[in-house]
């Protein structure tokens, strides 16, 4: 399906030069002399580069057909995730490449959207909010000020991130899986 320059978005799927790019930032840009342009930055869904590209505001661009299903993450070995669909329990197996640091934030049963283009998986989309556990943290100190109110956490899944002073090991938390940020405690 063509689109214009316009209207790419963040996250739309784009074929170009032979090949399948994510859009990861796009700005629209009017000049005071010239033309309107889209300055949009893509990576490669298949070699993992990124690429800088112009296009001009009346310029259509090829937008990729991509079919969505809901699957849940079963297992994962030295080379490949494994998702399982629940309602045909058909199996993928998706590289970990093409997952990349997505794959951290993965447990058991977790269900994710898996795009496909041509009947090929491409890429997994996260919920928004997964809960861990706390593996390990520091102890909070008393009178410490309100600006350095956060402590580093390690989590059960291996991500450190930052948490208030109130969590503790065992804490059961919400991180955002956009950011690797913690959102609150259960």
Known sequence: MKITANEIRVGMLLEYE????EVLKTQHVKPGKGGAFA???MKSINKNTKLNERFRSNETIEKASVEENKYNFSYKDDRNYYFINTKSF???EIKKEMIGEKGK???ENLEVLVSFHNENPIMIKLPNQVLFKVDMTDAALKGQTVSSSYKPATLDNGIKIQVPPFIEIGDEIIIDTRTSEYVKKI
């Open 90 to 92: 058909e199996q993928v």
């Open 39 to 41: 300055q949009v930055e």
């Open 18 to 21: 032979n090949d399948l790019w």
């Open 105 to 107: 934030m993965l447990k």
